[in-house]
């Protein structure tokens, strides 16, 4: 079966705005009934945290801007360009710190509870799923929570690492930029800016810092490939949520679950790249969605309860 219908206008910052139409019932019916089979495995990406207000990268908004994600060889040789990345981050980290989880987080952190998914694969860097109260989530990316030296391992919290970045560069806050994707912010940098930052080292050693994710030009760690292989070789369906999958790291594992013929639905704004795997499609807004689900789900394990 694959079933399609939509509810959303263009953009995803004018559907947070505008009133909608609440998700078809007949179609929350058709995805609880195709995840209801055993405990199900999620794969979530930038679009299930756009309605907490974190940009994602190719959704109807954004993806009309250009953007060039610092690679992992440039940061590590060009000095400008660390520079460039810290002060934009610095800039854009309180706002995307002070995100907070969506309906759709939630739902996923109940189901989790409930035992009837498992805890999400995440391409997210947020740390929202965990907030929302998940417990086993495979942050696929990483996360800009930690920073990472590149010398000595040591690991610190991006927070601290915020106070010092603001206690040596307090200039910089007189400037003011939209947030970007991954917790950066717009701001066009002069070269004698650059030239001016502060970039932070490491405490222990003064050794290069780097937020702890997975730079374009850098391989998620095996282990962590394994560790979500193995959750979608255990589950009984997969739900993929807010997420194009042009990026291969998550569609492999929308791969596997179409290898293994179990069931695959897509709750999302727009396109993606594995449509033509999904047994269910859902064209919509993802906390929109996810809560008609928990409520639907939770309708029925009562009416479980009941009869037995
Ligand atoms: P993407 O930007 O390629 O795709 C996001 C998809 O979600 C788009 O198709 C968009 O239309 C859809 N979408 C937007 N809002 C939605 C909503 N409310 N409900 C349902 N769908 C919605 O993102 P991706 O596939 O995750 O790949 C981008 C990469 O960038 C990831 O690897 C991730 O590491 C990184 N990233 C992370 C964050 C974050 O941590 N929040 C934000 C931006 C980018």
Redesign the pocket.
Known sequence: MRTEVSQSPAS?YD?AQTPQEPPDPHLIQALGELLAKGRFAVLT???????SG???????E??RRARNPIRFADYLNNDLLRARYWMRSMLGWPRFAGASPNQ?HLALAEFEAQGIAFGPIT????G?HQRAGSLSVIE??GS?HRVRCLNCGLIEPRSLLQARLVETNPWVLAHTAELG??GDADLESEREWLERFVIPTCLRCGGVLKPD?VFFGENVPHERVEQAYKRIEQASALLV???????F??YRFVRRAWERSIPIAI??????RADGLATLRIE????EVLEALRKMLNASLRNDANQQ
Do not use: C, F, M
């Open positions: 995803p559907a990406g930038a679009g299930i945290s756009t309605e974190i940009p994602d990268y190719r959704g109807p954004t993806r759709a391409q997210n860097v947020d929202l696929l990316h800009l994707p991954d994710v949520v807010g997420t194009s999958l042009a990026v790291s998550g709750v999302n704004l727009g396109s993606t919509g807004k993802a906390g």
